[in-house]
């Protein structure tokens, strides 16, 4: 099984769900938490002894990713606003 989908897909999922969450509650919440989420289990692959066990963890890396660029977004129109 490849473990491409398994980042991948959570990924693209997650921004749908993440620009709608990223409206309604705090940017730099959803950023910190999605930073320390996806460090975590990027810090797990390495620590993997099954293979199950890497492809949980790229779900949820890619799950942290998704959910990292709508923030970022918001936040870079937040700080620049057009003129």
């Known amino acids: ?29 959803i950023l910190a938490l ?3 989420v996806g460090g975590l289990a990027t810090a797990g692959i390495g620590l993997a002894t099954a293979y199950w066990m890497i492809f949980g963890l790229r779900f949820l890396s890619g799950l942290a990713a998704g959910f990292l ?15």
């Open 1 to 29: 099984m490849a473990l491409g989908p398994a980042s991948t897909i959570p990924l693209i999922v997650a921004g749908f769900i993440a620009g709608a969450v990223a409206e309604r509650v705090s940017r730099r919440w």
């Open 69 to 83: 660029y709508p923030p970022i977004m918001g936040l870079l129109a937040d700080y620049f606003p057009e003129k």
């Open 34 to 36: 999605s930073v320390v």
